[in-house]
């Protein structure tokens, strides 16, 4: 089970942090995901971080910006966004899959959490 939380409202410029819980399976043996879909568009890939921590994965839109973290000891990952921007407005959804490598496609993961919504205000 992964459980998001730490999205709401926020103006232009500034950051959120959120959170996703897990729990159920062995945390640590998992690449983790965000994804985020906005009103009338397909969900997207945002950021990745493998089993170990040891690598990220960024798409374009946000990179430089958002920070994939993960804490085995919690079984949680963050997603730390700065400077945000009215286009990041959307629902953040988190994920989880056994592969071990990049993981940047929505069929890659096998666990998805609720979703989270982000509103940047401009």
């Known amino acids: 089970q992964l459980q998001a939380s730490g999205g709401g409202l926020v103006q232009a410029g500034g950051s959120l942090r959120l959170s996703c819980a897990a729990s159920?399976?062995?945390?640590?043996?998992?690449?983790m995901g965000w994804f985020r879909q906005a009103p009338g568009k397909e969900r997207e890939f945002v950021a990745a971080i493998t089993w170990n921590g040891g690598s990220t994965y960024y798409s374009d839109s946000v990179k430089g910006r958002f920070t994939i973290s993960r804490d085995s000891a919690k079984n949680t990952v963050y997603l730390q966004m700065n400077s945000l921007k009215p286009e990041d407005t959307a629902a953040y959804y988190c994920?989880?899959?056994?592969?071990?490598?990049?993981?940047?496609?929505?069929?890659?993961?096998?666990?998805w959490g609720q979703g989270t919504q982000v509103t940047v205000s401009s």
């Open positions: 994920a989880a899959t056994r592969l071990t490598g990049p993981a940047t496609k929505l069929c890659e993961y096998d666990y």
């Open positions: 159920g399976y062995t945390f640590s043996s998992y690449t």
